[in-house]
C-alpha cells in the first residue's frame, strides 16, 4: 500500500486546513487508519484514527473538539479536517494504515505516507 498525504501549509493561528492521504495498490477498507505529527526534536505522537468503516473515531485530548477525521472508502482517501489551529499544532503531519489493532499505538502501523508540513503562524 502506498500513502500520499497532501494539504498541509502554512496558516494564521485560528485558520483550518484539510490534509488528505490517498491509498493506493491495495484494499482501503480493510485498514485502520491514522493520523501523526511530528514536531521538530520531538516523539511521532498521535493525532487522529478511524475504523474500517468509518463509523468510529478517535482523537488525542490535544485535537478533540477542533479537528475532524474522516475516510471515503470509495476514494481510497482518510482526511483530516483541522479547524482553529494553533502554533503548537504546526508539525509534520503523517498518514498510516494498519490492518488491526489500536489505532492510537504507533507500533503495528504497516505503511506510513510520506508527510506533509503544517505551519501555524501566530
Known amino acids: 500500500v502506498q500513502l500520499q498525504a497532501s494539504g498541509g501549509g502554512l496558516v494564521q493561528a485560528g485558520g483550518s486546513l484539510r490534509l488528505s492521504c490517498a491509498a493506493s495498490?491495495?484494499?482501503?477498507?480493510?485498514?485502520?487508519m491514522g493520523w501523526f505529527r511530528q514536531a521538530p526534536g520531538m516523539e511521532r505522537d498521535f493525532v487522529s484514527g478511524?475504523?474500517?468503516?468509518?463509523?468510529?473515531?478517535y482523537y488525542s485530548d490535544s485535537v478533540k473538539g477542533r479537528f475532524t477525521i474522516s475516510r471515503d472508502n470509495a476514494k481510497n482517501t482518510v482526511y483530516l479536517q483541522m479547524n482553529s489551529l494553533k502554533p503548537e499544532d504546526a508539525a509534520v503531519y503523517y498518514c498510516?494504515?494498519?490492518?488491526?489493532?489500536?489505532?492510537?499505538?504507533?507500533?503495528?502501523?504497516?505503511?506510513w505516507g510520506q508527510g506533509t508540513q503544517v505551519t501555524v503562524s501566530s
Open positions: 495498490g491495495g484494499t482501503f477498507g480493510s485498514y485502520l
Open positions: 478511524i475504523s474500517w468503516s468509518g463509523g468510529t473515531r
Open positions: 498510516a494504515a494498519r490492518k488491526s489493532g489500536v489505532v492510537s499505538t504507533i507500533i503495528g502501523y504497516d505503511y
